[in-house]
Each structure stands twice: as C-alpha cells, then as structure tokens.
Antibody, heavy 125, light 106 residues
C-alpha cells in the first residue's frame, strides 16, 4: 500500500523559506500517470491546492502562490519537496502531500487518491 | 481561475437523513470533478471521481451527479461515521481548485 509521509520544520520565522519533504514508500515517484501534489489547510479553514509535479516533468502552481512556490522531485531518494519563500503568518497551515492518479487515460482525469497524514507548520518569530 | 462554490457551508442532519451538497463551477469543468470527505485531524479521502463514479471501498449510499456546471453529492441515508466535512475539487484546468467545504454535523 502506497504511503506518503511529510517531514520538515514545524516552526518557520516570517520572511524565511518553508521547506518540506514528502517521502514515498511502497511505490515509485518515477511511475508514469501519477502527479505529486501539495495541499494545505489553515487552522479551521478549507483545503487550498498549492501545486503539483506532473509525470511529464511540468509543474503547475496556485496562481496566488506561484511567485513563491517550488515543487521538485528527487527520484534517487523517492521523495518530492515543497519550498515556499517569504512566508508570513498567513502561511501557517497543515501541509499535506498527496499522489494524484490518472483515473481515465483517455480524458486525463486526475484524482488525489493517496495522502500523507499532514504536518503543521507555524510561521512565527 | 475556475472557482468552485459549495452550498451550504454547513448543515445539520440526523442519522438516516438524505443529505445533498451542491458544488457550482464558475465555468465548464466537464466531468473533471471529485468529491472528498475529511474528518477532524485526518487527511481527506476521495469518495467520488469523474462527477459520479464511486471510489472503490466507498459505501453505495454516496452518489454524485452533474447538471451542467452544477454537481451534487448525495448521501442517501446518513450514518454516524458520515459526520465530516466534504469538498469538491475540479481537475479540468491545470490549476486545480477546491470548493470551500460543507460541514455535516448533528
């Protein structure tokens, strides 16, 4: 069974860069037809899609975060990473990593079918 | 950006009730619409994909439908374990979006 686990600092200072890693086990991040995504959820609020790394090597980001976000893959370590620069208190959230599977090869429908447990990152001095 | 608007934002229901949640897209998203359930302190899990297809292992009391740019998630007979927050998500556009969520409570 595929498993994803987020790791990284739980506390980041304002204006610094938030860095998280998602380690994937029982599956390869090099597999085709899968995207590797990050989603976040501020305390008491809804889900916000951050971005993903596609199987063709393209990255797509939430327009509201695009200038500050980078998602990358490290196939040698079977993990993918999130970097969010110039953070403020508004970036305090539970950060989830997830895999999106291609549920329809003809249409390219993607579904977030495996999620990590999430990790809380607090931005505070 | 494609906006996804869910209604209601919360609802109160009882065990055995039929519950319907609506998600409206700001433009056509075809059938690229998924529904997720999230319980407190847990990661979301997919219930419905492609607007109306039931994810493996999900009880048949959950169903989804589409009417143009309006999508509905229906729980035919609410069970105690169904009290949770539900989100729709479009993956039609390369930049995905979630609805704001609907909390189903007692």
């Amino acid at each position: 069974q595929l498993q994803l686990q987020e790791s990284g600092p739980g506390l980041v200072k304002p204006s610094e860069t938030l860095s998280l890693t998602c380690t994937v086990s029982s599956g390869s991040i090099s597999s085709t037809n899968y995207y590797w995504a990050w989603i976040r959820q501020p305390p008491g609020k809804g889900l916000e899609w951050i971005g993903y790394f596609s199987d063709s090597g393209n990255t797509y980001y939430n327009p509201s975060l695009k200038s500050r976000v980078t998602i990358s893959l490290d196939t040698s370590k079977n993990h993918f990473s999130l970097r969010l620069s110039s953070v403020t208190a508004a970036d305090t959230a539970v950060y989830y990593c997830a895999r999106a599977g291609e549920y329809n090869i003809l249409t390219g429908l993607m579904v977030l079918d495996h999620w990590g447990q999430g990790t809380l990152v607090t931005v505070s001095s | 950006d494609i906006q996804m608007t869910q209604s209601p934002s919360s609802l109160s229901a009882s065990v055995g009730d039929r519950v319907t949640i609506t998600c409206r897209a700001s433009q056509s998203v075809g059938n690229y619409l998924n529904w997720y359930q999230q319980k407190p302190g847990k990661a979301p899990k997919v219930l419905i994909f492609a607007a109306s297809s039931l994810q493996s292992g999900v009880p048949s009391r959950f169903s989804g439908s589409k009417y143009g740019t309006d999508f509905t998630l229906t729980i035919s007979s609410l069970q105690p374990e169904d009290f949770a927050t539900y989100y729709c998500q479009q993956t039609y556009s390369p930049t995905w979006t979630f609805g704001q969520g609907t909390r189903v409570e007692v």
